[in-house]
């Protein structure tokens, strides 16, 4: 059974920075594209970041590029964010996705961690 | 960035009968559209790719139509568990954006 489980979220003050992790169980996490996408409270879902098998193609959404940082232990099945210079609008739930093998979608999500960045 | 815009916002419709929710992307994105449902505190589930490709699991009663710009999800005969909200994703150009999504409620 894949299992993606999220941790690292909490409170941090706005500037904060914070490192997200995804462990990952019941698939070969050496041969997917992974992805972080996150979704504000009430809002909709927004592609956050992407990174390629090995680590050596990364993708950053505009909202994110310069602050985050995508990558993985694949001897540790764990995929990770590190976020800097986090914002108000940074609050949300941060999800861990694995891409599907026919398309660039996500057929298997964790369940979030929620980030809230708050004075 | 290509722009995705679902509609309408929500959708209100009796159990047993067909739901119809529309996609439209900003510049065509081929045939690389997605759907997924979400539920109230959950993660977002995986329904269709490729336009009308069903996931793994999915039933029958879901399908995908569209090509270059417009696109909708049918459900035929809902049931009382697809009430929820659903998003349409493209995956022509990152980054990937999703619509705005579009409430499915009981009518």
């Known amino acids: 059974e894949v299992q993606l489980v999220e941790s690292g979220g909490g409170l941090v003050q706005p500037g904060g920075s914070l490192r997200l992790s995804c462990s990952a169980s019941?698939?070969?996490?050496?041969?997917?594209?992974m992805y972080w996408v996150r979704q504000a409270p009430g809002k909709g879902l927004e592609y956050i970041s992407s990174i390629s098998i090995n680590g050596g193609s990364t993708y950053y959404a505009d909202s994110v590029k310069g602050r985050s940082f995508i990558s993985r232990d694949n001897s540790r099945n764990t995929l990770y964010l590190q976020m800097s210079s986090l914002r108000v609008e940074d609050t949300a739930v941060y999800y861990c996705?694995?891409?599907?093998?026919?398309?660039?979608?996500?057929?298997?999500w964790g369940q979030g961690t929620l980030v809230i960045v708050s004075s | 960035e290509i722009v995705m815009t679902q509609s309408p916002a929500t959708l209100s419709v009796s159990p047993g009968e067909r739901a119809t929710l529309s996609c439209r992307a900003s510049?065509?994105?081929?045939?690389?559209l997605a759907w997924y449902q979400q539920k109230p505190g959950q993660a977002p589930r995986l329904l269709i790719y490729d336009v009308s490709t069903r996931a793994t699991g999915i039933p029958a009663r879901f399908s995908g139509s569209g090509s270059g710009t417009e696109f909708t999800l049918t459900i035929s005969s809902l049931q009382s568990e697809d009430f929820a909200v659903y998003y349409c994703q493209q995956s022509n150009n990152w980054p990937y954006t999703f619509g705005q999504g579009t409430k499915l409620e009981i009518k």
């Open positions: 510049q065509s994105i081929s045939s690389n």
């Open positions: 996705v694995k891409r599907l093998t026919a398309a660039s979608v996500g057929d298997y």
């Open positions: 019941g698939f070969t996490f050496s041969g997917y594209i």
